[in-house]
C-alpha cells in the first residue's frame, strides 16, 4: 500500500512539474 501511493505521489509531482514546464512555456511564447 505504502508503495503504491509513493509512485502515485511520484507521478503526480512528475504531472505537476511538467504541467508548470508547459505554462511556463505557453507564457515566454
Known sequence: REFTHRVKSVSMAKFSSQEVNA??????E
Open 23 to 28: 505554462l511556463q512555456t505557453g507564457g515566454n
